[in-house]
């Protein structure tokens, strides 16, 4: 029920609080729910005031036919990428100074420093094409300290392509990211893998992080689910349908085929790599109810983590410490989140109720991200959307509100950004949003994606 059903009902009641008190309330309930975030925000590094910085247009440099329209990539992507970080105050392109200064030489701080900008960084630079190669040098400027501007200095050199554009704009922004951000690596470069149905039947694609350059990965030509990159970036592990059911396979980045994976009988689905590469965890029916297994990365040495009666699946590793997982079990009825140990012990309720999904274990350890329908039932108010949960104080907060069928979350490697799937009028496609749940932005069109995995780099 929305704010304002909820204020028409409680003034119909005899004896009601006036509009004004009603109003203070709702006031106080939003400031309730800000400060409930502020722990989210310190945890996942959003916390800290962003810094206000200004992103010029890079000065064309040559007059090769390409120039001009490389630029104008890279400047673009430059841009989105710097607005999408979520630690930055971007400068507005319709208020920054129009110059595009090509060298340290070139650039007056001033005009970016005071009013309208009131910048205190300032990315500039130079693009050219020269023999068939894109030559960019960039620069980033503390626009307050005119003595001693210079934060840092790049030059890059590839093949003049569009995507070689993009991808030195995308290198460039995560180095000042990482200059800026508390020393924690940019996510430009890094890559979303998803299922889609682009081609007829259900693939597993890859796209950069933004949503650009979607190309599809496996040609199956059967039903593929729940991809997983390794933390190499080497091998994806997924779920595919197959002539003896659901099992684990393996496709490798490098020869850009199916390699061998020794999958268990039964049902055997959702694998997820731990953070050194060398493990699987996954669900498997072999031995009857389906429980979480753990086996080497190429699926010899499998044991059981988990032997409670109902389904166990969905699981997740601790990046951190390598020494626990998260999964959904439904020994209560209806599936809910639990961590253990990952040889058994300490095993860990941590939803209280409702239907919980699809557990997503935070870089740095200290949260859980899953979706959760807490009124869960024929007619129940609210639906499923994706919260945020601290490990140790089991305190969570809601991420998604109204907005159709969310599922499926995966943090990104910086800790600060979270992929997730949004299912609307029957058809799914991958948003991101960060790890507030602000920013929420659609990254795939009319291409029925689900079950997106971001990348460990």
């Not at 400068?91 to 650039?107: H, M, N």
């Not at 990315?123 to 001693?148: E, H, I, P």
């Not at 790049?154 to 508390?182: M, P, S």
């Amino acid at each position: 029920m929305s704010m304002t059903k909820n204020i028409a009902r409680i003034s119909s009641f005899p004896g009601a609080v006036s509009l004004s008190a009603v109003s203070i309330a709702v006031l106080l309930l939003a400031s309730s729910v800000a400060r409930a975030q502020d722990w989210v925000r310190t945890g996942t590094n959003l916390g800290a005031q962003k810094i206000r910085i200004a992103a010029a247009d890079f000065a064309p440099a040559s007059q090769d036919p390409q120039t001009p329209a490389l630029k104008t990539t890279f400047d673009a992507t430059l841009f989105n990428d710097l607005n999408n970080a979520g630690i930055f105050d971007l400068v507005s392109k319709s208020i920054a100074p129009p110059s595009t200064p090509a060298s340290p030489q070139q650039i007056n701080l001033g005009e970016w420093a005071n009013a309208p900008s009131n910048a205190e960084m300032v990315a500039f630079g130079s693009l050219a094409v020269n023999g068939g190669r894109v030559v960019v040098s960039g620069w980033l400027f503390d626009a307050k300290n005119a003595q001693s501007p210079q934060v840092l200095g790049k030059q890059y050199n590839e093949v003049a392509t569009q995507d070689n554009a993009r991808l030195v704009a995308h290198r460039f922004a995560d180095e000042i990211i990482l200059r800026l951000g508390g020393g924690i690596n940019g996510i430009a470069e890094t890559h979303i893998f998803y299922v889609s149905s682009k081609s007829g039947t259900k693939e597993v694609w890859e796209m950069d992080y933004d949503g650009q350059g979607a190309r599809q990965v496996t040609h199956l030509g059967s039903i593929s689910l729940s991809p997983h990159i390794s933390p190499d970036n080497s091998r994806i592990a997924f779920t595919s349908l197959g002539g003896s059911g659901w099992s684990i396979r393996m496709y490798s980045l490098v020869l850009n085929r199916t390699v061998a994976f020794q999958s268990p009988g039964g049902t055997t689905q959702s694998p997820a790599w731990s953070a050194d590469g060398n493990k699987l965890a996954y669900s498997s029916s072999r031995s009857g109810d389906t429980q979480i297994y753990i086996s080497d990365a190429n699926g010899g040495g499998a044991r059981a983590v988990t032997s409670f009666r109902g389904p166990n699946v969905s699981p997740c590793w601790n990046p951190k410490t390598g020494s626990q997982i998260a999964w959904v079990g439904g020994r209560t009825g209806l599936p809910q989140i639990y961590t253990a140990d990952t040889d058994g012990g300490n095993v860990q309720r941590m939803t209280d109720g409702g239907y919980a999904t699809s557990p997503s274990w935070s870089p740095n350890g200290q949260f859980l991200v899953f979706a959760w329908d807490r009124k869960y039932g024929p007619g129940a108010p609210g639906g499923q959307d994706i919260y945020i949960m601290d490990i140790a104080s089991k305190r969570w907060t809601q991420l998604t509100h109204d907005a159709g069928r969310n599922d499926f979350p995966s943090w990104a490697p910086d800790g600060r950004h979270i992929v997730f799937e949004r299912e609307t009028n029957h058809r799914a496609e991958v948003w991101s949003m960060l790890a507030d749940g602000s920013q929420q932005q659609q990254l795939t069109h009319g291409s029925n994606s689900s079950m997106p995995n971001w990348s460990w780099k």
